[in-house]
C-alpha cells in the first residue's frame, strides 16, 4: 500500500445527497473500498439507459477500479517489496519502469524545480528521523548532526530519467512518492470511469478528489473545506467543476515534546518540522496529481512564499493561516471563482 505519512488531508468530499427532487429516471451511485492506507469513494450518476446495462453497474466498475488501483500500488508503493519503485529504491543506480511511474517521476522532479526544493520526493530519511514515517515517532528531538548527516542522503538533484528508467547519482537515495501518488491514483480512476462513458462522477481517495459534471438534476458537485479544529466544522464550500482538488495541512499530525508542538511536514532545506502558522493549503487543479503535489509544496513554503508562488503558477490556492484568536483567509483571484456564494 501506498501509505501518505507526510501529508493528511483536510477536504470533505461530501457527495451531498440531495434527496428533494430526484428524477426517477437517474440514479445516483457508490463505490467504496480500501487503497493506498486509506479509503476510496467513487460517486456517479447514470442515465435510465445506462442503469440498466451491466457495464455501468457498481460490480462490474469496482473490478474495474480495484485493478486500477492494484496496478499503482504495484508500481509506485514503498510498501509493497517488490514494486517498481521498492526495487529501484534498492538498485544502486538506475532500474527501468513502467511509463506510468517515469510520469509520475516526471511530474514530481518538475514541481521540484518549481517550488526551488520545497516539494521533494527523496525526502523520507528526514520524514523517518522526525518520527513521521513507518517508524514510531521518536522519544528527543533529532540532534543537529544527525539532521545534517541525514540531509546528505536526500535531494531530488540526484534523480533523473533516462528513457524507462530511473537513475540516482546517489547509491542510497530513496524516493518515496506517497505525496503525489494518491494524487495519481485519482486521475487514473477518472480517467477510467470517462473511458467507460460515464462523465459525471466524484472521485475521492483518502481526500484527494476529482469531479466531472454533474450530480442529479444537473446540480454541481459540492465540496467544502474544513476548518482546522477538533470535529469536521466547515471553512468554505466549493463548486470546482471539471477539476480536481487537494488539501494538504500539520493540524492533525504532529507530536509534543519539551512542550513543542513538531510538524508531520518537514522542509527538505533545514532538515526540520516547517514552524511557520500556515495551517491548511487547498490547491485546484485540472489534475488531482498536481494538486496534490502543489499542495505539499506550498505547505511547505509557507504563507507569504507559497502564495507568492501560487499567484506566479497562476493558481488556484486556498490558505488558512493561524492567528492568536483563530484562522484568517488568503487565497489568489485564480481560486475566487470556486467559492459558494453564501444566501
Same mark, same amino acid.
Given at each position: 500500500?501506498?501509505?501518505?505519512?507526510?501529508?493528511?488531508?483536510?477536504?470533505?468530499?461530501?457527495?451531498?445527497?440531495?434527496?428533494?427532487?430526484?428524477?426517477?429516471?437517474?440514479?445516483?451511485?457508490?463505490?467504496?473500498?480500501?487503497?493506498?492506507?486509506?479509503?476510496?469513494?467513487?460517486?456517479?450518476?447514470?442515465?435510465?439507459?445506462?442503469?440498466?446495462?451491466? /457495464? $455501468?453497474?457498481?460490480?462490474?466498475?469496482?473490478? !474495474?477500479?480495484?485493478?486500477?488501483? &492494484? =496496478?499503482?500500488? %504495484?508500481?509506485? *508503493?514503498?510498501?509493497?517489496?517488490?514494486?517498481?519503485?521498492?526495487?529501484?529504491?534498492?538498485?544502486?543506480?538506475?532500474?527501468?519502469?513502467?511509463?506510468?511511474?517515469?510520469?509520475?517521476?516526471?511530474?514530481?522532479?518538475?514541481?521540484?524545480?518549481?517550488?526551488?526544493?520545497?516539494?521533494?520526493?527523496?525526502?523520507?530519511?528526514?520524514?523517518?528521523?522526525?518520527?513521521?514515517?513507518?517508524?514510531?515517532?521518536?522519544?528527543?528531538?533529532?540532534?543537529?548532526?544527525?539532521?545534517?548527516?541525514?540531509?546528505?542522503?536526500?535531494?531530488? /538533484? $540526484?534523480?533523473?530519467?533516462?528513457?524507462?528508467? !530511473?537513475?540516482?547519482?546517489?547509491? &542510497? =537515495?530513496?524516493? %518515496?512518492?506517497? *505525496?503525489?501518488?494518491?494524487?495519481?491514483?485519482?486521475?487514473?480512476?477518472?480517467?477510467?470511469?470517462?473511458?467507460?462513458?460515464?462523465?459525471?462522477?466524484?472521485?475521492?481517495?483518502?481526500?484527494?478528489?476529482?469531479?466531472?459534471?454533474?450530480?442529479?438534476?444537473?446540480?454541481?458537485?459540492?465540496?467544502?473545506?474544513?476548518?482546522?479544529?477538533?470535529?469536521?466544522?466547515?471553512?468554505?464550500?466549493?463548486?470546482?467543476?471539471?477539476?480536481?482538488?487537494?488539501?494538504?495541512?500539520?493540524?492533525?499530525?504532529?507530536?509534543?515534546?519539551?512542550?513543542?508542538?513538531?510538524?508531520?511536514?518537514?522542509?527538505?532545506?533545514?532538515?526540520?518540522?516547517?514552524?511557520?502558522?500556515?495551517?491548511?493549503?487547498?490547491?485546484?487543479?485540472?489534475?488531482?496529481?498536481?494538486?496534490?503535489?502543489?499542495?505539499?509544496?506550498?505547505?511547505?513554503?509557507?504563507?507569504?512564499?507559497?502564495?507568492?508562488?501560487?499567484?506566479?503558477?497562476?493558481?488556484?490556492?486556498?490558505?488558512?493561516?493561524?492567528?492568536?484568536?483563530?484562522?484568517?483567509?488568503?487565497?489568489?483571484?485564480?481560486?475566487e471563482p470556486f467559492f459558494v456564494e453564501e444566501e
Open positions: 500500500m501506498i501509505q501518505s505519512s507526510i501529508k493528511w488531508l483536510a477536504l470533505i468530499g461530501l457527495a451531498f445527497f440531495i434527496s428533494s427532487c430526484s428524477k426517477p429516471e437517474q440514479q445516483l451511485l457508490q463505490i467504496q473500498g480500501q487503497t493506498m492506507g486509506t479509503y476510496y469513494q467513487v460517486t456517479y450518476a447514470l442515465s435510465s439507459e445506462q442503469s440498466e446495462d451491466k /457495464q $455501468y453497474s457498481i460490480q462490474h466498475l469496482q473490478t !474495474l477500479i480495484d485493478q486500477q488501483l &492494484e =496496478l499503482v500500488n %504495484d508500481q509506485m *508503493s514503498t510498501y509493497r517489496p517488490q514494486s517498481e519503485l521498492s526495487l529501484f529504491n534498492k538498485s544502486e543506480r538506475a532500474f527501468e519502469v513502467s511509463d506510468a511511474t517515469i510520469k509520475v517521476v516526471k511530474r514530481a522532479l518538475q514541481v521540484y524545480q518549481q517550488s526551488g526544493g520545497a516539494f521533494d520526493v527523496t525526502v523520507g530519511p528526514l520524514v523517518n528521523l522526525w518520527g513521521f514515517g513507518p517508524d514510531k515517532k521518536p522519544n528527543k528531538v533529532p540532534s543537529a548532526e544527525l539532521i545534517e548527516q541525514t540531509k546528505q542522503k536526500i535531494g531530488s /538533484q $540526484y534523480l533523473s530519467i533516462e528513457g524507462n528508467r !530511473l537513475v540516482k547519482a546517489k547509491p &542510497e =537515495l530513496y524516493v %518515496d512518492l506517497s *505525496s503525489i501518488a494518491k494524487g495519481y491514483g485519482v486521475d487514473v480512476i477518472a480517467e477510467l470511469l470517462t473511458k467507460q462513458g460515464i462523465t459525471n462522477y466524484l472521485v475521492d481517495i483518502g481526500g484527494e478528489l476529482r469531479a466531472s459534471g454533474t450530480k442529479l438534476n444537473n446540480a454541481p458537485w459540492t465540496l467544502a473545506v474544513e476548518r482546522p479544529e477538533f470535529g469536521q466544522n466547515v471553512q468554505r464550500l466549493l463548486h470546482i467543476g471539471d477539476n480536481a482538488i487537494a488539501t494538504s495541512g500539520d493540524y492533525r499530525n504532529y507530536f509534543e515534546f519539551d512542550g513543542i508542538r513538531y510538524s508531520h511536514t518537514i522542509d527538505p532545506a533545514t532538515g526540520r518540522p516547517i514552524s511557520h502558522k500556515l495551517v491548511s493549503v487547498t490547491v485546484i487543479d485540472k489534475s488531482s496529481m498536481v494538486a496534490d503535489a502543489l499542495a505539499t509544496a506550498i505547505t511547505v513554503l509557507g504563507p507569504e512564499n507559497g502564495l507568492k508562488f501560487a499567484n506566479k503558477l497562476n493558481q488556484p490556492v486556498f490558505l488558512l493561516i493561524k492567528q492568536d484568536d483563530g484562522f484568517i483567509e488568503s487565497y489568489t483571484p485564480a481560486f
